[in-house]
């Protein structure tokens, strides 16, 4: 009587690690075996409703709501034969944010950016600002100004949805800031004075040059004056910084008519009279005598 070997195959042992960071695990089942073959397939049950796998790679990755499930792996053999169900418990924790922002201070204002803060497993709810000096803010990106000048640790916080927080901090000096410049001024730097005579009257002129601070001519300026006989009149200068201005109908009786600039206005400079001045010494800078011809 001859006896017949039957060739059994030997089911296959599943096996698996699981490692989660916040809501994401990977799960490994590579240490799963078969002593007659080989592993073709991974199924994966998560336990909370969702499925993984059905093919030969022993790694999946799979992310959580916070909570504890049951996961299982089951494998099945280059025979057809599967495995056990192996499970494993697992509490999946909410991972916390990650506060980081950066600050850039120019005097007494700091503009602050959060935007590289961050949540592993959700988003970020809210972002609180304290500035050390006790003010607070919520915003993501914004400037902030201090009231005095000196070194404060600024802190950002920030919270995911459910509310865990985490913080950053970083230290500024603010400063106040320097005054800005002076701006450019101007003056009258020549005054010249003419006489006209007719039958029963006569005409004064003056002619008006105004200078920058390098003694140039300052074109475009509105010059503004009076007359000794309350009357005034306005010109603006040309390239070569002068004006004319004149009246007429001064009464042959009166021998000098005087004129007095009160005003100069330009978009870019200032009027600086304390800078007048005559290098013919027809006038002071200011005043000027026409005498009847």
């Given at each position: 009587?001859?006896?017949?070997?039957?060739?059994?195959?030997?089911?296959?042992?599943a096996?698996?690690?699981?490692?989660?960071?916040?809501g994401t695990?990977t799960?490994d089942g590579s240490?799963?075996?078969?002593s007659?073959?080989?592993i073709n397939?991974y199924v994966?049950s998560?336990?909370?409703?969702?499925?993984?796998?059905?093919?030969?790679?022993?790694?999946?990755?799979?992310t959580?709501?916070?909570?504890?499930?049951?996961?299982?792996?089951?494998?099945t053999?280059?025979g057809?034969?599967?495995?056990?169900?192996r499970?494993q418990?697992l509490?999946?924790?909410n991972a916390l944010?990650?506060?980081?922002?950066t600050i850039?201070?120019?005097?007494?204002?700091c503009?602050?950016d959060?935007?590289a803060s961050?949540?592993?497993?959700?988003?970020?709810?809210?972002?609180s600002?304290s500035?050390?000096?006790?003010?607070y803010?919520?915003?993501?990106?914004?400037?902030?100004?201090?009231?005095?000048?000196?070194?404060?640790t600024v802190?950002?916080?920030v919270?995911?949805?459910a509310?865990?927080?985490s913080?950053?901090s970083?230290?500024v000096?603010v400063?106040?800031p320097p005054?800005p410049?002076?701006?450019?001024?101007?003056?009258?730097?020549d005054l010249?004075?003419?006489?006209?005579?007719?039958?029963?009257?006569?005409t004064?002129?003056?002619?008006?040059g105004?200078?920058?601070?390098s003694?140039?001519p300052?074109?475009?300026v509105?010059v503004?004056?009076?007359w000794?006989?309350?009357?005034?009149?306005?010109?603006?200068?040309?390239?070569a910084?002068?004006?004319?201005?004149?009246r007429?109908g001064?009464p042959?009786?009166?021998?000098?008519?005087?004129f007095?600039?009160?005003s100069?206005n330009?978009s870019?400079f200032?009027?600086k009279?304390?800078?007048?001045?005559?290098?013919?010494?027809?006038?002071n800078?200011t005043?000027i005598?026409?005498k009847?011809?």
């Amino acid at each position: 009587m001859t006896r017949r070997r039957l060739n059994t195959n030997v089911p296959p042992v599943a096996s698996f690690t699981v490692a989660c960071n916040g809501g994401t695990c990977t799960f490994d089942g590579s240490g799963s075996a078969d002593s007659d073959g080989t592993i073709n397939q991974y199924v994966w049950s998560f336990g909370d409703g969702n499925y993984g796998g059905y093919d030969a790679s022993p790694i999946f990755t799979h992310t959580y709501a916070t909570g504890t499930y049951t996961a299982s792996l089951a494998v099945t053999d280059s025979g057809g034969r599967e495995s056990t169900p192996r499970q494993q418990t697992l509490t999946v924790a909410n991972a916390l944010p990650v506060a980081s922002f950066t600050i850039t201070c120019t005097g007494l204002t700091c503009d602050y950016d959060a935007s590289a803060s961050s949540d592993p497993d959700g988003t970020i709810s809210w972002f609180s600002w304290s500035f050390g000096d006790g003010s607070y803010l919520r915003a993501r990106v914004g400037s902030y100004t201090y009231v005095a000048a000196g070194s404060y640790t600024v802190t950002l916080t920030v919270a995911d949805v459910a509310n865990q927080t985490s913080t950053a901090s970083q230290t500024v000096t603010v400063v106040v800031p320097p005054p800005p410049p002076p701006p450019p001024t101007m003056h009258v730097g020549d005054l010249d004075g003419t006489g006209a005579t007719l039958r029963k009257s006569w005409t004064a002129t003056v002619t008006i040059g105004l200078h920058v601070e390098s003694h140039g001519p300052a074109d475009g300026v509105t010059v503004s004056g009076a007359w000794n006989d309350g009357s005034s009149g306005t010109c603006t200068t040309d390239s070569a910084g002068r004006c004319r201005l004149s009246r007429s109908g001064i009464p042959r009786t009166a021998r000098t008519a005087s004129f007095t600039v009160t005003s100069a206005n330009h978009s870019l400079f200032v009027f600086k009279p304390a800078g007048n001045h005559d290098p013919d010494r027809d006038s002071n800078g200011t005043t000027i005598t026409v005498k009847r011809q």
